[in-house]
């Protein structure tokens, strides 16, 4: 069960970084966490993920067009993305879905075990 | 009856007399000159044609009775001549004279052959007695060409030897053949003529042959000059007919000419024009008479035609044209003693009449008028009135008619549409409340006001935009059809600004649509803390820690649906939700919301009872919205449902609609909370009574949402015993 797998975090709420560290450090990742894209792009200079998790209302740009971004850089859009978010509307996440992200969550709706299980399956 | 009908009949009385006038006068002018023309035309192609016949006999004649040159008895004489003066012995003289007599004995014609010398004296003859005589015309001699007499004429001849000159040989010739010819001609006619005439090369033409009608005696010479005249225009060698010279007499005459090339003479056959035009004169005589006797005899009948009908029937319109006009007291002369003396008469009784009749009119007139007056008064009474009712209204009321053009507008819309009533009224409605929908101008064909006109049918609370000095205002329009009976004679249009409240309900919904944001982020670190905890992950919870976490846990749940509902519910607001129909499997909706609400029912070991599912039914909806009401109407059912209760879900159709009901065995509605059950946050009275938790949400969304879809939604309740709702939506697209 053990794995050396890096997760890329992306979210500007302190707390919810916490729970993601703390959960998925006890899973056996290392998680690297950040709290706009910017510092997220900075970050994968030096440590490529072998996911991410991505949140999409942030300072700066939003998690759309990162993903957009991603997507378009060679050498990260083969990435995982699961996006992790408070929109819930139909059309976020189709947008999100076409534009790449492996899954889509709204976090109030989403257990967090939920995403563990997920996070496991594809990492 | 109008003035000029009377003038008219005048008129064609005149027309209708001119025409008949002229027709005769026509035909007989018509018919006068074809004659003219035929009789000329008979008259020349007669006189060309003696005048080729007598040319032809002129030249036959003439040259039978002029000697050849080197016919015997000339030789013989020039011989008998030529040995006299080479030997003037009396025996040659006597052969000499003896000659000349052969020649004239060789024509009948030959009056007298002699010889005379350069001074005109005779020397040699045909009669004994001329020798020695000098009796021939000087000038004739001198000329030295044959000279023509009347009835004779001499023809002569230079004799020559050689060069020399010996005599002249002259023959007296008598013409009387050419006399009989033009005295044959004239008995055909009583002005035919025929004449000869030579060129004098002097200025004049000469008449050969004696004329028919002067006395004058010797040639008859013309000066060229007259070239009116026949005899002038025969010599000028060419074949003509004539119709207007004038002769020698100075008479009128028809003429054609030939030209004798042989003898160098021109000859004229001619004729009178007046012996030519007797047959006409005749016909000129009865025209000229006929003309003026009928104009007479016309004038005389239209007299009487104006006496005895045009004026009595230009009195009697007068007289009619007066009565017409008002004028009672006039009459129509009777003094006329035919049908229009008996019309005149009927006419007057009718007059007669009219005035009786008139006078009642009047009487009724004016009652009616009285009548109508009254009722007048109380028409615009009662209008005035509805006017300043629609005029007090707060609202703005615009009436069109039956085109949609505006009749009626009230105060409060002058304001709202900054106009003036007398400036709009008559316009179409639809150039001053031009509305938009979606930011698009709404085209007059589907115009409020148009579809109430044409389908007769109230438009109700229908929200527009309307651009007003470049603000865009919100309007809730509603437009009535004004019937009478089966007409349409207009609409009667409500327009409502809802600009403000519309904004503040938008700002009402961004807040919370930003609030709710601003809520799951915190909402899920409380779910996922709670999560970690219960699960033990910290360690193991001690019963009462673990109790709390539940709760806590719970309270989180509640709020992360009050904040899901909230957003719901400003998204329907904004009118964010689309509305994607198609046909939609009811069964396998409901079976997915049951599932959804296992946890809650399996809780409350609820029985869920399915009347009349069928797996294939399908309606006409939007899925994700079908589902959403059925979700909000099942978790009621299930939420206030006793433990152990039934909850029974039926499906029916009727008139093309399915309907879903979903029964209850809760507590039910009371009466004073029915009417406001679908009403935002309202949560019924009776409600703290039970127990349960609720955001008063669920039943405004489903509502809103039905609204969407084009259903219906409704409900039956018993206090105490439990409710029934239903859903009614389209089962095929319409």
């Known amino acids: ?123 | 009856m109008r003035p000029f009908f009377r003038i008219g009949i005048a008129k064609q009385f005149i027309f209708l007399f001119i025409l008949i006038f002229l027709i005769p006068v026509l035909t007989l002018g018509g018919f006068f000159a074809i004659e003219v023309f035929r009789v000329k035309q008979q008259n020349t192609t007669e006189l060309a044609y003696a005048a080729k016949l007598q040319k032809d006999r002129v030249e036959e004649i003439v040259l039978a009775i002029i000697p050849d040159d080197n016919s015997k008895v000339v030789l013989d004489a020039k011989e008998a001549l030529t040995r006299y003066q080479s030997d003037p012995t009396p025996k040659s003289f006597s052969e000499l004279n003896s000659s000349l007599l052969n020649i004239q004995k060789s024509n009948n014609a030959y009056r007298r052959v002699s010889i005379f010398d350069e001074n005109g004296i005779v020397i040699a003859s045909s009669s004994d007695s001329d020798i020695g005589q000098s009796y021939i015309d000087r000038e004739v001699f001198s000329r030295k060409t044959p000279t023509f007499g009347f009835r004779e004429f001499e023809w002569g001849r230079r004799m020559l030897f050689g060069y020399y000159q010996v005599g002249d040989f002259n023959i007296k010739i008598d013409l009387s053949s050419l006399i009989e010819l033009q005295e044959t001609f004239s008995a055909l006619s009583q002005t035919g003529e025929i004449e000869l005439v030579r060129d004098n090369f002097d200025g004049s033409v000469e008449l050969i042959t004696p004329t028919r009608f002067s006395i004058q005696q010797g040639h008859l010479s013309i000066p060229l000059s007259v070239i009116s005249s026949p005899e002038v225009r025969s010599v000028n060698r060419t074949e003509q007919t004539y119709e207007d010279l004038v002769d020698y007499r100075g008479a009128h005459v028809y003429a054609a000419t030939q030209y004798i090339p042989s003898l160098d003479w021109g000859l004229v056959v001619k004729k009178d024009r007046t012996e030519i035009l007797v047959p006409i004169s005749n016909l000129r005589t009865v025209v000229i008479f006929a003309v003026p006797l009928s104009v007479l005899l016309f004038l005389l009948a239209g007299l009487y035609l104006k006496k005895n009908i045009i004026s009595p029937i230009e009195k009697l319109t007068q007289t009619a044209i007066k009565i017409s006009r008002g004028d009672y007291s006039k009459r129509a002369d009777l003094s006329f003693k035919n049908e229009i003396g008996e019309l005149a008469k009927a006419f007057n009784s009718m007059s007669d009449e009219l005035i009786d009749a008139n006078q009642n009119l009047e009487k009724r007139v004016s009652q009616k008028t009285a009548q109508l007056q009254r009722t007048l008064k109380k028409i615009k009474e009662e209008e005035q009135k509805d006017i300043a009712l629609l005029s007090s209204i707060g609202e703005s009321v615009i009436a069109t008619d039956s085109k949609g053009n505006i009749i009626f507008i009230n105060q409060s819309a002058e304001q709202l549409f900054d106009v003036s009533r007398k400036d709009i009224v008559g316009a179409p409605v639809f150039g001053l409340v031009s509305l938009r929908s979606g930011g698009k101008k709404v085209e007059r064909n589907f115009h409020p006001v148009t579809q109430t006109l044409r389908n007769r049918v109230v438009i109700r609370s229908k929200e527009f935009e309307f651009v007003r000095r470049e603000e865009t205002l919100i309007f809730e329009v509603t437009v009535t059809p004004v019937e009478f009976g089966s007409d349409i004679f207009g609409a009667m249009m409500v327009v409502r600004d809802v600009t403000k409240e519309k904004i503040i309900d938008r700002m009402k919904s961004e807040f919370i649509f930003l609030a709710s944001h601003q809520l799951r982020g915190p909402l899920a670190s409380l779910k996922w803390y709670n999560e970690m905890l219960l699960n033990g992950e910290e360690g193991k919870l001690t019963k009462g820690q673990s109790r709390f976490i539940g709760n806590m846990s719970n309270a989180t749940e509640r709020m992360i649906k009050l904040v899901d509902d909230f957003l719901n519910m400003a998204r329907i607001e904004r009118g964010e939700i689309k509305f994607e129909p198609s046909q939609v499997q009811i069964e396998k909706v409901i079976q997915g919301v049951v599932s959804d609400l296992k946890e809650e029912i399996e809780k409350k070991s609820i029985r869920i009872q399915f009347e009349n599912l069928s797996r294939t039914q399908t309606a006409y909806t939007d899925q994700g919205m079908i589902r959403e009401v059925i979700w909000n109407i099942l978790q009621n059912s299930v939420k206030y449902s006793p433990v152990q209760g039934q909850v029974t879900v039926h499906l029916s159709d009727k008139e093309g609609q399915m309907y879903i009901e979903v029964s209850d065995q809760g507590p039910g509605i009371p009466l004073e909370s029915q009417p406001h059950i679908f009403s935002k946050f309202f949560r019924a009275t009776n409600i703290p009574v039970s127990g349960t938790t609720g955001t008063g949400l669920g039943l405004y969304t489903a509502k809103r949402l039905i609204d969407r879809m084009g259903g219906k939604i409704g409900f039956a309740s018993t206090q105490g015993k439990g409710s029934t709702f239903w859903i009614s939506l389209p089962i095929k697209k319409k």
């Open chain 1, 1 to 123: 069960m053990a794995t050396s797998k890096t997760l890329l975090i992306i979210d500007d709420d302190e707390f919810l970084l916490d729970i993601y560290k703390h959960k998925l450090t006890k899973e056996g990742f290392a998680v690297d966490t950040a709290k706009d894209a910017e510092e997220a792009f900075e970050l994968m200079k030096k440590n490529k993920p072998n996911l991410i998790i991505l949140d999409l209302i942030m300072p700066g740009m939003s998690g759309f067009d990162m993903l957009e971004q991603l997507k378009a850089t060679t050498g990260l859009s083969k990435i995982p993305v699961i996006v992790l978010t408070n929109l819930g509307q139909e059309e976020d996440r189709k947008r999100c879905l076409e534009l790449g992200a492996k899954e889509y969550y709204v976090k109030t709706a989403t257990s967090l075990q939920q995403i563990i299980n997920r996070i496991k399956e594809i990492a």
